[in-house]
């Protein structure tokens, strides 16, 4: 039971060394190997032998980008409904298996590192309120969500951010020589750091040289990274049982599953980083000014931008 479990979860998985052109992940992308399964055989089985649900965790959904030349608002979309729909089939499919089914805390990262890439707290808050809302309305009820708040106590976000730093964040300058020694880690500062860069070039636009942009949006990554890693940890602290699965690529025999919410040729992007696409024949992930040249439209759903339509696709082929 426990490898068709793995199978489905590295079924869609995000997988940094794919992602790179690595064929030598892609029996592991297919059919986990002996290595991959060992990695989460024990925490799989705590849940089966007691007949138990078994639990996922996922620091996910934080809030949308603040670079509009991405994204089409602050509030969650079709992207985020069709990713949270995407973590509830999974439990479904989990409980072909499993009689007890499964359930996914979706850790919310918004509070947690919104002041170092430009999102307010209320804008979170908001994001995340609206989240709980799709959630409900949807009748998902295998997905929860978790913040810092649930972690700590509180909605002081700034005294809540200096406890966590305090006591869980790493020192940016170990973070820094394991960028430099780790290919991982610096997989993931790669990726991190481009989005850093990207949105800095949307928000402050032609004002500051793209050199100091660059920069500036290397050291952000790094503090992007260091509260990341502390909320992993606090995550990891209060559900020490449960299965990591992660939004980023992560290597085949990572002890977190990286998993792929939508389609999207590009492996690092996420529904707060894009929008939907709807060409007629299948959903894909984008980013905003990718719909844009190909003049697709956009679509409204309750009074605020949803998705974007390009049917001309299906009409050729």
């Not at 660059?214 to 602290?237: D, F, G, P």
């Not at 699965?245 to 894009?274: M, N």
Request: hydrophobic content about 40%; charged content about 25%.
């Amino acid at each position: 039971m426990s490898e068709k479990i793995v199978q489905l979860l590295y079924r869609s998985q995000r997988n940094w060394l794919a992602s790179a052109g690595k064929t030598d992940a892609e029996e592991c992308v297919s059919a986990p190997c002996p290595a991959c399964l060992e990695e989460h055989r024990a925490k799989l089985h705590y849940f089966i032998h007691r007949a138990q649900p078994i639990h996922l965790v996922l620091p996910a959904f934080p809030a949308k980008s603040p670079n509009r030349t991405k994204v089409l608002g602050d509030l969650p979309d079709l992207g985020e409904y069709v990713g949270l729909s995407a973590l509830q089939s999974l439990c479904d499919y989990i409980g072909h298996f499993h009689r007890s089914g499964a359930r996914i805390t979706i850790c919310s990262d918004g509070h947690v590192f919104g002041d170092v890439v430009g999102v307010a707290d209320d804008v979170v808050t908001g994001y995340r309120a609206s989240l709980a809302r799709m959630i409900a309305g949807a009748r998902w009820p295998s997905l929860e969500l978790y913040g810092l708040d649930d972690a700590f106590g509180g909605t002081d976000y700034p005294r809540l951010r200096g406890v966590l730093e305090l006591e869980y964040a790493p020192p940016v300058a170990d973070l820094k020589k394991s960028v430099r020694t780790d290919i991982g880690t610096r997989t993931l500062f790669n990726g991190i750091h481009r989005f850093m860069f990207e949105d800095a070039v949307g928000v402050k636009g032609d004002t500051v040289s793209r050199t100091a942009l660059r920069n500036e949006s290397k050291e952000l990554a790094y503090r992007t990274i260091s509260r990341s890693n502390a909320w992993s940890r606090v995550v990891a602290e209060r559900f020490p049982r449960a299965i990591r699965l992660s939004i980023h690529p992560q290597s085949p025999h990572s002890g977190k599953i990286g998993v792929r919410l939508l389609r999207t040729e590009d492996a690092w992007l996420t529904p707060w980083h894009g929008v939907v696409l709807d060409d007629g024949t299948k959903l894909s992930l984008v980013k905003k000014w990718d719909a844009e040249k190909i003049h697709a439209s956009v679509v409204w759903r309750n009074g605020r931008p949803s998705h974007f339509v390009d049917p001309r696709p299906a009409l050729t082929s």
